[in-house]
């Protein structure tokens, strides 16, 4: 295969185009409003479905196609009745760090808003994730997470009532959770996370301000302590458009 000197690392090999050379009119369409976003920059507002068609002489519906795949991708986002250039993509670390941590490390200000905290009885299928005794009172922490005011995921954490009894009197729902255990001389040990993508439900696409069929990427964590004991499984949703996940591996 040939590849072009100016071939980026991560870029799709041969620029995504197929063996055969026949390449769907939206994506050249797409090709081109991209080139169009590096001269844009960040906040930039892109032209009209009408303009784009009449510049690339395409019918609309092929612009539209080309700008919702951008839009997906995190290249473009909506605002108001136009649509603009979207800043970088959040490199969040899968790490035992907080998300206070990794949206800090670059340059953003991170928040959360409170969805609602409350407790009742361990149920059974928790009991067998966690370890924890079905019908012991556990708590349900769920906020919106924030990074400089932008909602951009939905967390629900739940932990045991006994290893933070005081959580609903003494914690600080913008502030980090990590950061509050630590505080209680909580110390994390290890965890097993997984990784998926999904579609947000009604609900969830309603309280992070995103389009239902907008793809999310989903993190299950279930951690425990420095002395193997249960401590919180978490349940997190991020926007696919504005996030991407690092991790160090070594062999």
Request: proline share 8%.
């Amino acid at each position: 295969m040939d590849y072009p000197n100016d071939q980026a690392p991560g870029a799709p090999v041969r620029s995504g185009i197929p063996e055969h050379g026949r390449i769907p009119k939206y994506y050249v369409v797409k090709a081109r409003i991209a080139a169009l976003l590096e001269e844009l920059g960040e906040g930039g507002v892109i032209p009209t479905e009408r303009d784009l068609a009449e510049r690339y002489d395409v019918a609309r519906e092929t612009v539209r196609q080309a700008v919702r795949d951008l839009v997906l991708e995190g290249r473009l986002r909506r605002r108001g009745r136009g649509t603009v250039v979207a800043g970088p993509k959040l490199a969040q670390p899968l790490s035992l760090a907080s998300y206070t941590e990794g949206v800090r490390r670059q340059g953003r200000t991170p928040g959360r808003a409170l969805v609602t905290l409350d407790r009742f009885p361990c149920p059974d299928p928790l009991a067998a994730e966690t370890g924890l005794s079905r019908g012991e009172p556990v708590w349900h922490l769920e906020r919106v997470l924030l990074a400089d005011d932008e909602r951009v995921g939905l967390e629900s954490t739940y932990v045991a009532v006994a290893r933070v009894p005081r959580l609903d009197a003494d914690f600080d729902p913008d502030s980090s959770f990590y950061g509050y255990l630590a505080a209680q001389g909580i110390s994390f040990g290890d965890a097993d996370e997984r990784i998926e993508t999904v579609l947000a439900t009604p609900r969830e696409a309603l309280l992070i301000g995103t389009p239902p069929a907008l793809p999310m990427l989903l993190i299950h964590r279930i951690s425990r302590d420095t002395g193997g004991r249960p401590l919180e499984r978490v349940r997190s949703l991020y926007r696919g458009d504005r996030f991407s996940f690092t991790t160090h591996l070594q062999g």
